[in-house]
């Protein structure tokens, strides 16, 4: 349970405060109770799902939708009631919204403060731009040349109320040199709320129209369905990068030569990717494959990764099953695709002479190609326990020398022009660099085999 601290417990009083002074206009005669408290369940109807178990249990115990799925309906009634009306339509649902992390008092409080003070101040930007008006047009003209700018505003004016107050409750409850106070929020908020805002004019021109408000939940519905889709698939890319991270932090612990060289190898595949034109949606499975290039080794005793002396035959053989290994580790987990075949064969080379199965030439796969050229040249040019960093310029003409034989020279090629548009960081990954003059003989085979570098 994270404790609130007393400052932004302070601040989310003034705000509560705040929300129940726009509110308060509310409570005089002339409010539309009807569209009022038909808005009003309508929101919390769309928040109550998140709160059932039998809901949530049917969907695999996630939540149906994520925080905002439901703010078309906020903004319909931005422009369709007025200010105070239109406040007090979003406290229900904010109230009965669901809250993940306790305590959930004072979250579902400040979430309801922030929904009401937003609305409230964009029904003052439609109102300013003649919305309600003209809503009302329809009856001779077109609405929706009449009603987009005010529905605009709406909508702006609502992302920037709400990132502000967010921004706000942060940097009060973190300190205001807090990463999440520094970071924008405003660029990432302000695409999905012109998008609700259009969805919420849908809502209002047909809520306005001779269908009534009936006829506003066929939008309301496709717009729920699609963040609740597009909620699940960030909730299933999150559990993918969660075990991406989990099969990394094994083998770093298990062989500390090579903290960080998983992530610098995707990295660096990513750019020959790139490079080559391949289409966005490959180059997550470019990464997962460079990042997850040695999770085999997880089944090679740590005896010999951590070995400082030179290798004998028989540690060299076991070694060399580490791609085998990783096939086996992650043959089973399905959004890897083509990232499993680079994981077996990135120590393949051109000319046949690598392993495991000897594969020359286009018999290895492209990704892997990628990946093999990618690790050589970290392999390279990281500091090891057991060998210096080599200069860039030194890996990249060792690697050209290889082309052909080693590497694919396409892909070779490729990296030598991302290199030169991009730089390189090398990065020392051992936790100790061996003194000048006093390198112990070089091992391995991630790197070119003149130099049997081990990575």
């Given at each position: 349970m994270k404790v609130?601290?007393?400052?932004?417990?302070?601040?989310?009083?003034c705000a509560l405060l705040a929300a129940g002074a726009c509110v308060l206009p509310a409570l005089r005669p002339g409010t539309p109770w009807g569209t009022t408290a038909l808005l009003a369940a309508l929101y919390a109807l769309c928040e109550l799902p998140a709160r059932c178990p039998l809901v949530r249990r049917a969907l695999g115990g996630s939540a149906p939708v994520g925080t905002g799925s439901s703010y078309p309906v906020l903004l319909a009634a931005a422009l369709l009631l007025p200010p105070a009306a239109a406040a007090l339509a979003?406290?229900?649902?904010?109230?009965l919204a669901r809250v993940e992390e306790s305590p959930a008092g004072p979250r579902r409080a400040w979430r309801a403060a922030a929904a009401a003070l937003s609305?409230?101040?964009?029904?003052?930007?439609?109102?300013?731009?003649?919305?309600?008006?003209?809503?009302v047009h329809g009856a001779d003209a077109p609405v929706l040349p009449y009603a987009l700018l005010p529905a605009g505003a709406a909508a702006l004016v609502f992302c920037l109320v709400l990132t502000a107050l967010d921004g706000g409750v942060r940097a009060v409850a973190d300190g205001p040199s807090s990463r999440a106070a520094r970071r924008g929020l405003l660029g990432p908020a302000l695409a999905p709320h012109v998008v609700h805002g259009l969805a919420g004019l849908m809502m209002a021109v047909l809520w306005r129209s001779a269908?009534?408000?009936?006829?506003?939940?066929?939008?309301?519905?496709?717009?729920?369905?699609?963040?609740?889709?597009?909620?699940?698939?960030?909730?299933?890319?999150?559990?993918?990068?969660?075990?991406?991270?989990?099969?990394?932090?094994a083998v770093d612990i298990k062989d500390r030569y090579t903290r960080g060289?998983?992530?610098?190898?995707?990295?660096?595949?990513?750019?020959?990717?790139?490079?080559?034109?391949?289409?966005?949606?490959?180059?997550?499975?470019?990464?997962?494959?460079?990042?997850?290039?040695?999770?085999?080794?997880?089944?090679?005793?740590?005896?010999?990764?951590?070995?400082?002396?030179?290798?004998?035959p028989e540690e060299r053989r076991v070694i060399e099953l580490h791609p085998e290994y990783g096939h086996e580790i992650v043959r089973g987990i399905g959004f890897l695709g083509e990232a499993r075949t680079a994981i077996l064969h990135h120590h393949e080379r051109m000319d046949g002479s690598g392993y495991p199965y000897g594969l020359r030439g286009e018999q290895i796969p492209e990704f892997a190609r990628m990946v093999a050229v990618a690790d050589a040249f970290d392999a390279m040019t990281s500091h090891r326990s057991y060998s210096r960093a080599r200069p860039v310029p030194v890996a990249v003409a060792e690697l050209e020398r290889c082309a052909g034989t080693h590497f694919d020279p396409r892909m070779v090629d490729a990296f030598v022009r991302a290199l030169d548009r991009h730089g390189w960081r090398p990065?020392?990954?051992?936790?100790?660099?061996p003194p000048d003059g006093n390198v112990p003989p070089p091992r391995g085979a991630d790197a070119p085999a003149p130099s049997k570098e081990r990575g």
């Open positions: 609130i601290p007393p400052a932004a417990r302070v601040y989310i009083g979003a406290l229900p649902g904010s109230l609305v409230w101040a964009a029904a003052h930007a439609s109102g300013a731009l003649g919305g309600p008006a003209a809503l269908y009534g408000p009936v006829a506003a939940l066929f939008v309301l519905l496709p717009m729920y369905i699609s963040c609740w889709v597009f909620g699940q698939y960030h909730r299933e890319r999150a559990a993918h990068q969660a075990t991406i991270r989990a099969l990394v932090q060289h998983s992530e610098r190898v995707g990295h660096a595949s990513v750019l020959i990717a790139r490079e080559l034109g391949m289409p966005e949606d490959r180059l997550d499975v470019v990464r997962f494959a460079g990042i997850l290039h040695d999770v085999g080794k997880l089944g090679v005793p740590t005896r010999v990764l951590r070995k400082d002396g030179p290798l004998t990065s020392v990954t051992a936790d100790e660099t």
